[in-house]
């Protein structure tokens, strides 16, 4: 779980975590204690989820009993809509702060690029007059003063479109770290992914799995470990569906990072498989490290694994007959 991404301003970011969206109230601390005793160290959360002081009684109890340090974990949070006002910025990250019980938080996002009225319905429905007309370009300004005052490492954006991003980098003194937008089969957000990654931006996929609050709903896909297609491949290769949608959303370039971090931390012997789909990739990142000079081939134990079928296996024994009847 503690593979990581370095971020454009430094600092790395876990790239597996918990979200907290919808979590039960009163169940919310255990199952952040349950997930830093299973290896997760990222913890996304929000003001708008109105679970954050469980969060942080989650995160205070690991870091008192010395499971984990401060340093280890990362805490992501967003502002909400009805607080885009400059004014608002400061005091709103403060009391997740306080929420949390935390001194900094790890990446503060706005949560999205529209806001409402501060006394309007936290998600008013048809209600026109309760949108503001307060730029996320102010808003942005407020969250670099966030930085500034240490509040948080780093700060970024969700469910932002390309244009938009582009509005905040072409007036901004400190880049978006992060866009955090819903990405799953049924919505692969290409364009976006590669226009953030031009500019250095790393993208947090929520919902890989798709919605299950939508299904059945006309107009809505069916969350897509439910399609058939997905239920077909994960037969075919003896995986979830969920192992299937997870395995299609990893991003190119991750796996050579990983490599290449695992090779300047010291760790000498990989395990492969034809089966896992990126041995290309580990393939790019060896030699990478070997032109670099980081290690020597010798230095390196490299294993791998032939995927074998089961009617595969069969030819193998000259069953020609048991496996004609399986056709």
Known sequence: MSRSLKLNNGNEIPIVGLGTYKSKPGEVAQAVKDAIDAGYRHFDCAWFYGNENEVGLGLNAKIDDGTVKREDIFVTSKLWNNFHEK???????????????????????????????????????????????????????????????????????SNFNAAQIERILENCTIKPAVNQVEVNPNLNQKKLIDFCKKHDIVITGYCPLGRSEFAGTPGFPDPTIFDPKVKEIGEKYRKTPAQVVLNYLGQPGEVETAILNAIEAGYRHFDCAWFYGNEKEIGNAFNEAITKKLIKREDIFITSKVYITVKFFLQLLFIKDFVAALE
């Open 87 to 157: 004014k608002c910025v400061l005091p709103k990250i403060k009391e997740t702060l306080a929420a949390l019980k935390l001194d900094y938080l790890d990446l503060y996002l706005i949560h999205w690029p529209f806001g409402f009225k501060e006394n309007a319905p936290l998600w008013p429905v048809g209600e026109v007059d309760s949108y503001s007309d307060v730029d996320y370009l102010e808003t942005w300004q407020a969250m670099e003063e966030c930085v500034k005052q240490n509040l948080t490492k780093s700060i970024g954006v």
